[in-house]
Antibody
Framework: EVQLLESGGSLVQPGGSLRLSCEASGFRFSSFWMGWVRHAPGKGLECVASIKLDGSDKYYVDSVRGRFTISRDNARNSLYLQMNSLRADDTAVYYC??????????WGQGTLVAVSS | DIVMTQTPLSSPVTLGQPASISCRSSQSLVHSNGNTYLSWVQERPGQPPRLLIDKISNRFSGVPDRFSGSGAGTDFTLKISRVEAEDVGVYYCMQGTQFPWTFGQGTKVEIK
């Protein structure tokens, strides 16, 4: 059974940093692209970042490029999202998601990031 | 970026009746490999999103057959043949043809 377990979400002040983690199990982690998707209050879903099998290729949505960094540790079956220079509009539930056939086929339960002073 | 536009944004439905959601992309979703990567995601209240359909019409594992997808190019449709209470939630189309992957605004399905 595929499981994705996010952690690291919390309340942080504007300009602060946070690191999200996602621990994966139930599939060969190193064989799949992975991504982070967020759902801000009152808004729709947004793909934040994606990373290739070996970490050699990464994609970011424009609004986070230069502030967020996606990474992975295949030995630990783990995905990460380093978030710097956080802004109020980064407030959202962040989901770790496994790439399937050019779609997200499995999602974690999500972790809440709240940016506020 | 490819813009995904859904209609309607809200769909009140009577239990047992059909529901239909349209999704239009700002450019063709046909990939260079010939496939079209349009998927549908369901978000039920208090639950994480769940993949329903990928590649226009392929139902994902465990998805009831009352859900069906169709379309081509830039125009796509999700249909629920007979809405059940557990189908209440927000439905999103998503394109996976080009990074960044993008979602529609979401369509809220609720019971009348």
């Amino acid at each position: 059974e595929v499981q994705l377990l996010e952690s690291g979400g919390s309340l942080v002040q504007p300009g602060g940093s946070l690191r999200l983690s996602c621990e994966a199990s139930g599939f060969r982690f190193s064989s799949f692209w992975m991504g982070w998707v967020r759902h801000a209050p009152g808004k729709g879903l947004e793909c934040v970042a994606s990373i290739k099998l070996d970490g050699s290729d990464k994609y970011y949505v424009d609004s986070v490029r230069g502030r967020f960094t996606i990474s992975r540790d295949n030995a630990r079956n783990s995905l990460y999202l380093q978030m710097n220079s956080l802004r109020a509009d980064d407030t959202a539930v962040y989901y770790c998601a496994k790439h399937g056939d050019y779609a997200y086929d499995y999602w974690g339960q999500g972790t809440l990031v709240a940016v506020s002073s | 970026d490819i813009v995904m536009t859904q209609t309607p944004l809200s769909s009140p439905v009577t239990l047992g009746q059909p529901a239909s959601i349209s999704c239009r992309s700002s450019q063709s979703l046909v990939h260079s490999n010939g496939n079209t990567y349009l998927s549908w995601v369901q978000e039920r209240p208090g639950q994480p999103p769940r993949l329903l359909i990928d590649k226009i019409s392929n139902r994902f594992s465990g998805v009831p057959d009352r859900f069906s997808g169709s379309g081509a190019g830039t125009d796509f449709t999700l249909k629920i043949s007979r809405v059940e209470a557990e189908d209440v939630g927000v439905y999103y189309c998503m394109q996976g043809t080009q990074f960044p992957w993008t979602f529609g605004q979401g369509t809220k399905v609720e019971i009348k």
